[in-house]
């Protein structure tokens, strides 16, 4: 079946470095990938999403990359800030139905 | 909110019972979905629905049953709660808005 990965687990920055979060994807029909934020006790919001005619896609500090033939994508945030800190999850999608999958998540902590 | 409800917020029942939790949009979104969230498992699709009366099975559906009789309403049912469905459970709407979500505890 379907199946995400997502790596690492947690990761520890301090603030105003770089972090990368790294998902790989089974499924070669995918073509929409999403990430969403999710803080403590809250509901996941998407913060940005890349669909498989696009190799990249910038949002002000976040990016997010796409290698179909690898079927990888990666987030990217610049300039951490505390209020960064939370759980990333990435999903993948291959219809119009958006039934996602979601990796297993990565816990940020930005280190003021 | 984006439009999403789910009811109720927190839920305490005994194994063995029924429990019914709700999801209302008012953005006469055709897809719905019910996902679970577990630490280490990150968020698993349940159920979901392209539609009034079109349901279909997600990657951890046994145990669980769904309808959708108005386009609004998506109701997730535990037909005989177990420990093991103690969850977080999300309602989301086209797969970019999730509810605020439903938190169950089966003692």
């Known amino acids: 079946g379907e199946n995400v990965e997502q790596h690492p687990s947690t990761l520890s920055v301090q603030e105003g470095d770089s972090a990368v979060i790294k998902c790989t994807y089974s499924?070669?029909?995918?073509?929409?990938f999403p990430w969403y934020k999710q803080e403590l006790g809250k509901r996941p919001q998407l913060i940005i999403d890349?669909?498989?005619?696009?190799g990249e896609k910038k949002d002000q500090r976040i990016a997010v990359t796409l290698n179909k033939t690898a079927k990888h994508f990666s987030l990217h945030i610049t300039e951490t800030q505390p209020e960064d800190s939370a759980v990333y999850f990435c999903?993948?999608?291959?219809?119009?139905?958006?039934?996602?999958?979601f990796g297993s998540g990565t816990r940020l902590l930005v280190r003021p | 909110d984006a439009g999403i409800t789910q009811s109720p917020r927190h839920k305490v029942t005994e194994t063995g019972t029924p429990v019914t939790l709700r999801c209302h949009q008012t953005?006469?979104?055709?897809?719905m979905y019910w996902y679970r969230q577990d630490p280490g498992h990150g968020l698993r699709l349940i159920h979901y629905?392209?539609?009034?009366?079109?349901?279909d099975k997600g990657e951890v559906s046994d145990g669980y049953s769904v309808s959708r009789s108005k386009t609004e309403d998506f109701l997730l049912t535990l037909e005989s709660a177990t420990s093991s469905q103690t969850s977080v459970y999300f309602c989301?709407?086209?797969?970019?808005?999730f509810g605020s979500g439903t938190r169950l505890t089966v003692v």
């Open positions: 999903a993948a999608s291959r219809d119009s139905s958006y039934k996602l999958i």
């Open positions: 499924d070669s029909a995918s073509n929409y």
């Open positions: 890349i669909r498989s005619n696009v």
């Open positions: 953005e006469n979104h055709r897809y």
């Open positions: 629905s392209y539609g009034v009366k079109d349901t």
């Open positions: 989301a709407i086209y797969g970019y808005t």
